[in-house]
């Protein structure tokens, strides 16, 4: 009971929104989930697009969460970028499925602990737009409620693919586009990617896909590769952050064989310069540059312990899941920058 309180509080005290799937939640205690067979009549209420209120972010409507990080930014539209947040539903005693959009509590999540921390890295580079969606219970990644939850999930992905169309036809503007995710939103944003870009008229049109917090393999496209220079377009890039030299209990099944892509250097390089370290977010919305050193190793980018204050409990933490992306919030966003505009560049 001691370990599991003093992780909880090492979580906190590096990031407020802690992202963390079911193996991190494992790392000293079992979690028990309740759960009831997936039912039609227990579905949560459906989205509508075509609704304001079915949004996180628009560029019409930023939250305040939002301005907190990224301050009175104007409308730009050098690019339009889609972003997908992670699993948030993270209840054990909650045996729903899916989440319910229309819920106070789930909204706040979403704006306060997603959107502030996460997309907020990409809002530079272009207008950003993040739909909510009834994401899949966090159980949905545990055997046996994987199988017990299919419908649950392929509801999540209905949501992103209905959300995803109706930003195609009336939001994107012929913009050029990035997709951006984490974890959960991954998964679901790699069969956005499989099913409207690969090898279609769209992906030119992909400046790039952000791929982050889960496995991705170069199988899983046919056209789309992975982008190996920090100013590439139309592909991909990926990463699962782990503290060097550990490994994850399930490494084989959920890492190894994956694309790691180096956010520092963004490319194959297999360790970092500290110096080069753009720098991470942290709870106290600063930035601390110069504050990680990473390392790929097959499937997963290792890094070094952040450099920031309380930094003698993070030594603790093996996995780094919930800060894939707060530890080089800076890096995503100069490079996401970049990006956008080397397509630009080539294509007008």
Known sequence: MKKKIFYILIVFIFNRCSVIKNYTLNAFTSTKYKSVDFSEENIPSSPDYSNENSWAVLPSNYPNALKEIIGNQKNNNNAAIFFIYPTLLLNPDDDSWNSDIYKNEIREDVINKSVKYQASAWAK?????????????????????????????????????????????????NRPIIL????????????????????????????????????????????????????????????????????????????????????????????SNILDHEGLLYIDNNKYSKSVKVYLTDGLLWTSVPKVPNRLFLRFIKNYHYADINLFWFDIQKNAVERVNSWIKINR
Do not use: C, M
């Open 125 to 173: 580079a272009g207008d950003l737009y993040v739909p909510y969606y009834r994401q899949a219970h966090i159980r949905i990644f545990t055997p046996p409620f994987d199988k017990k939850g299919i419908r649950a999930w392929e509801l999540a992905y209905s949501d992103l693919k209905n959300s995803f169309e109706y930003f195609l036809k009336y939001y994107r503007n």
């Open 180 to 271: 951006a995710s984490h974890s959960q939103g991954t998964i679901h944003a790699k069969r956005l990617l499989q099913e409207f870009f690969d090898g279609t008229e769209l992906q030119k049109d992909l400046v790039a896909a952000y791929l982050i917090g889960a496995q991705i393999k170069t199988t899983d496209f046919k056209y789309l590769k992975p982008l190996e220079s920090n100013k590439k377009t139309g592909g991909y890039v990926s990463w699962n952050t782990y503290k060097k030299n550990k490994f994850p209990k399930k490494y084989d099944q959920w890492f190894k064989g994956g694309v790691v892509i180096n956010p520092i250097t963004w490319d194959l390089s297999k360790e």
